[in-house]
């Protein structure tokens, strides 16, 4: 069964840093771009980043750009990232979601994506 799990979320102070995970299962996680996305209710959702499979490309929304990195593990199922130099306005639910089809390249629409985890929640404090 296709699978999509986030896990990491939690609370943080204004500058701080806090890494989330997507573990996934179910398919050849080294064959999709991986996108993380994020919404605050009432929000439209958000992409703020997507790494392709081989981690050879990385792609970035210009709000998190310099502040936001990515990694995973493709043997160990696992797809991280990492966050620092955290603000209130980076308060969300975060998503991680899979790339609509093999081999494609990282974009930041929500569109482009076709499993998602169920979200967990990042809340930075001023």
């Known amino acids: 069964q296709l699978r999509l799990v986030e896990s990491g979320g939690g609370v943080v102070q204004a500058g701080g840093s806090l890494s989330i995970s997507c573990t996934t299962s179910?398919?050849?996680?080294?064959?999709?771009?991986i996108g993380w996305f994020r919404q605050v209710p009432g929000q439209r959702r958000e992409g703020v980043a997507c790494i392709v499979g081989s981690s050879s490309s990385t792609l970035y929304a210009d709000s998190v750009k310099g502040r936001f990195t990515q990694s995973r593990d493709n043997a160990k199922n696992t797809v991280s990232l990492y966050m620092n130099n955290l603000k209130p306005e980076d308060t969300a639910t975060y998503y991680c979601?899979?790339?609509?089809?093999?081999?494609?390249?990282?974009?930041?629409?929500?569109?482009?994506?076709?499993?998602w985890g169920p979200g967990t929640q990042v809340t930075v404090s001023s």
């Open positions: 979601a899979r790339r609509s089809g093999q081999f494609r390249l990282c974009t930041l629409d929500n569109w482009d994506f076709d499993n």
């Open positions: 179910g398919f050849t996680l080294g064959d999709y771009a």
